[in-house]
Structure formats: structure tokens, C-alpha cells
T-cell receptor, first 114, second 116 residues
Framework: ETGVTQSPTHLIKTRGQQVTLRCSSQ?????VSWYQQALGQGPQFIFQ???????GRGNFPPRFSGLQFPNYSSELNVNALELDDSALYLC?????????????FGSGTQLSVL | AQKITQTQPGMFVQEKEAVTLDCTYD???????LFWYKQPSSGEMIFLIY??????QNATEGRYSLNFQKARKSANLVISASQLGDSAMYFC?????????????FGTGTSLTVIP
């Protein structure tokens, strides 16, 4: 069983640029969530995708956007990068079986904005 | 108000001893789930244990147990027989309601160091 994989593992961008982060969900999981974890903080919910549609969003501006593909993989896009966007971005997948829905996380993408 | 509060930024425990990591939560929902995750330096969040708001018994998973006190809105994690590999960040999290699309709220975490 393949776990959640994210790419790239590290990324350096400059302010104003755009970035795309990628996530492959665990086999059999149809729901993908993205979280931002700033240094020394807990993860903060960005949004969730289910069946290729956004299915919940946290307190993040519209320049944070996403996609989910038919194979349930997902992308997180961030436009007009700001210094405060520097963080670990975690992708999590879940099966949505109706039982206890625990999140299965990838190892994250460390984004540095200079 | 914070949904999840973890008041211990760092904890130390001797190998083979037990340790309790504190977590309090804030919600007006009757249905909610409480989770603990471990985050090693690799960054991946690893699920440890789950407690549902209607569960009458405290959850246990191997060396992990959750001390659930609903009236006090606390969900402390107890790790028994600590091992060196337990050194990591530990996060308490909550999901409100029964909608599986609801977000998880995480605390700020507790850094646990196991001393040989």
C-alpha cells in the first residue's frame, strides 16, 4: 500500500512568484486536505477536495487554490507569494468510509519565500 | 478562542517511564472527535489514537492511551514505557461534527524528549 507522497520536498521562491505543490493520495483514498504549518505552530487547514471539488476551506485568501484530479491526486497553487507563506505544507488523504476518518499525512513540502 | 490548547511546549521523560501530554479543547458541538498525532523530525504526521465524544471508555492503542475527561474538556495523551524513538512533536487535534468534510483543528504541539 503506497502512502501519501508529496513533491517537491523543498522549494525556494521569491516574493511575488507563483508555486505549485503536488500530492498523491494513499491508495483508495478519495479525499485530500492541505494544511500549512508555520515554524513552531500546529497545522492550519487550507482546504479539502472531494470528488474533484473543493469541500471546505479555512481562513486563507483566494490566492491559495487547488485542484483534485480523477486519480485523487491533488495540487496546491499559491499566487503572489508573500514572506509569511514560508512554511511546511502538508497534504493528507482520507478514505471517507463513514467511519472514523483519520488523516494520513505526507512528509510535506518545505517552502521558503525570500 | 483557541479550539485546541496544549500548554506544554516541551517535556522530558526518562526512558521506560510514563509521560502525560496535556490537551484541552473548546467546542459547543455534541459530536466531535479527538486525535493525537506524532511528528518526527522528518515532518510526516503519524496518527496515534482517536477518541469520539460519545465513547464512554478511554481509547487505548498499544503504549498510548487517551485520558478523556469530557466535563473538563480535556484529552490528555499518556505514553507508557517511553522509548527513545518517542522523541518527537506531539499534536492534539479535534474535528467537530459528523461531516467528514470538516477540518481538523490542531494545537501548537508539545516537544517530547526521551532521555536514556
Amino acid at each position: 500500500e503506497t502512502g501519501v507522497t508529496q513533491s517537491p520536498t523543498h522549494l525556494i521562491k521569491t516574493r511575488g512568484q507563483q508555486v505549485t505543490l503536488r500530492c498523491s493520495s494513499q491508495s483508495g483514498h478519495n479525499t485530500v486536505s492541505w494544511y500549512q504549518q508555520a515554524l513552531g505552530q500546529g497545522p492550519q487547514f487550507i482546504f479539502q477536495y472531494y470528488r474533484e471539488e473543493e469541500n471546505g476551506r479555512g481562513n486563507f485568501p483566494p490566492r491559495f487554490s487547488g485542484l483534485q484530479f480523477p486519480n485523487y491526486s491533488s495540487e496546491l497553487n499559491v499566487n503572489a507569494l508573500e514572506l509569511d507563506d514560508s512554511a511546511l505544507y502538508l497534504c493528507a488523504s482520507s478514505p471517507r468510509t463513514g467511519g472514523v476518518e483519520k488523516l494520513f499525512f505526507g512528509s510535506g513540502t518545505q517552502l521558503s519565500v525570500l | 478562542a483557541q479550539k485546541i490548547t496544549q500548554t506544554q511546549p516541551g517535556m522530558f521523560v526518562q526512558e521506560k517511564e510514563a509521560v502525560t501530554l496535556d490537551c484541552t479543547y473548546d467546542t459547543s458541538d455534541q459530536s466531535y472527535g479527538l486525535f493525537w498525532y506524532k511528528q518526527p523530525s522528518s515532518g510526516e504526521m503519524i496518527f496515534l489514537i482517536y477518541q469520539g465524544s460519545y465513547d464512554e471508555q478511554n481509547a487505548t492503542e498499544g503504549r498510548y492511551s487517551l485520558n478523556f475527561q469530557k466535563a473538563r474538556k480535556s484529552a490528555n495523551l499518556v505514553i507508557s514505557a517511553s522509548q527513545l524513538g518517542d522523541s518527537a512533536m506531539y499534536f492534539c487535534a479535534m474535528r467537530e461534527g459528523l461531516d467528514t468534510g470538516n477540518q481538523f483543528y490542531f494545537g501548537t504541539g508539545t516537544s517530547l524528549t526521551v532521555i536514556p
